[in-house]
């Protein structure tokens, strides 16, 4: 019996007269996205004005409310067109975005992007490499390697051959480091952390099935090397993974480096360091002094959408030799071919745990080569500086308590002489009224409200009227 037969087209694609939906790529890619461009940059503009703020009034119910009536029907029976589409729903998210560069959202380790790497990174989406297989991304190969070998050298200054793994950020990058000291350590791994590291240590140990992390206390807000020196001798028959933090979540805090290195020497210790936030230091020629000993580290994770400014996502591993990559090594017939690779494609598949993966390296060649690694150091000196100013600012205020002078661009404060629950609302109802977005660290103090200033255009005067936002909300 002849099997039933399929569905048919019509009109075959090959004899069509147009094309409704145009492609990016090709050599009339160009000429399609222009006037698309335009739609979106005056949609972002559009919302941008309407939502007049860091974030939109009303709270998650609000916000979901105007953005179904904008965007409902979601999937429409037919189309609306091309512009109408994108100038609807980039409206509706832009109006209803937090929006990083604006100098009073600063909750977060979620910097604005500079509008290079955002071009850069359109140029991506529309070329659409994929780093699995040298076919897919031959010039975006060659540019991957040329670059991350750069950076990698910045973390590791003299060693011949230091290499760099491109993320999804600092929980993919802690999780890759994690792998490596599992798949290269003969004896049982014991991760030893702070109290301080971030989250994603844990998650990565119950992913890999590796032991609960021995997670050490640290009130100070950074890993105290006396206490670190006294749990290395305890546990005989394994091989210790200490995992130190160059600029936590929290408060911004650095690990004593110099001294962590040292004991992880001593007593035969792996070394990772979470630079997520504090690793762009290394652009700075004032600053990366506060990076001493991280050169030591056999992985270092560090993240460009933090302070580096790249749209996400921008995460590093580096390592520091690149043979320390080996355990990575994966094939695939169809990818990665023995004869293809002797006879010198280059084989992808251990440059990551992922398969099909953007050339996000595109961004980030961009921008460093558009602004140097000096320009780069200024941009971090620039937020740094605008957080000892705030801290200035908090210090001398009579009706707020300063936790801390900031080591990085994280700085908390609380209005004197409030409990945590009346600080916890109070940042609520900044967002409630979309005056602020503000952060919240607890210590063994208590709540703080948390700024982590990553706008390099932010001014004396707007850490002056985010203040006033604050000391509003108090005197109600």
Known sequence: MPAPAGPTLTTPPSTAEHHPAPLAGGTQGPHALHPLLDTTLDALAQGAATRHGPIPPGGPEAVTARLRALATPALPETGTGAHEALHTLVTALAEGAADPAHPHCAAHLHCPPLALAAAADLAAAALNPSLDSWDQAPAATALETLTTRALAALAYPGRPTPDALVTTGGTESNQLALLLARETTPAPLRIICGANAHHSIHRAAWLLGLPTPLTLPTPTGTLDPTDLRTTLTRHPGTTPLVIATAGTTDTGRIDPLPAIADLCRTHGARLHIDASYGGPLLFSDTLRPALNGLEHAHTIAIDLHK??????????????????????????????????????????????????????????????????????????????????????????????????????????????????????????????????????????????????????????????????????????
């Open 307 to 476: 302070l580096g400014w790249q749209p996400v996502a921008a995460g590093l591993l580096a390592v520091p030799d690149t043979t320390a990559l080996t355990p990575l090594a994966h094939h695939a017939d169809y990818l990665n071919a023995p004869d293809d690779t002797h006879a010198g494609l280059p084989d992808l598949l251990g440059r990551s745990l992922r398969t099909t993966r953007r050339p996000d390296i595109l961004k980030i060649a961009v921008t460093l080569r558009a602004l140097g690694r000096q320009g780069l150091g200024d941009l971090v000196e620039r937020v740094c500086a605008a957080a000892h100013h705030l801290a200035d600012l908090i210090d001398t205020h009579p009706h707020f308590d300063l936790y801390a002078r900031p080591t990085l661009s994280t700085v908390l404060f609380r209005p004197t002489h409030t409990d945590d629950t009346t600080t916890a609302t109070l940042r609520r109802t900044l967002l409630h009224h979309g005056h602020a977005v503000l952060g919240r660290t607890t210590t063994p103090e208590g709540l703080w409200l948390k700024a982590t200033l990553l706008n390099p255009h932010t001014t004396p005067d707007d850490l002056r009227t985010l203040l006033t936002h604050v000391e509003g909300q108090v005197r109600r």
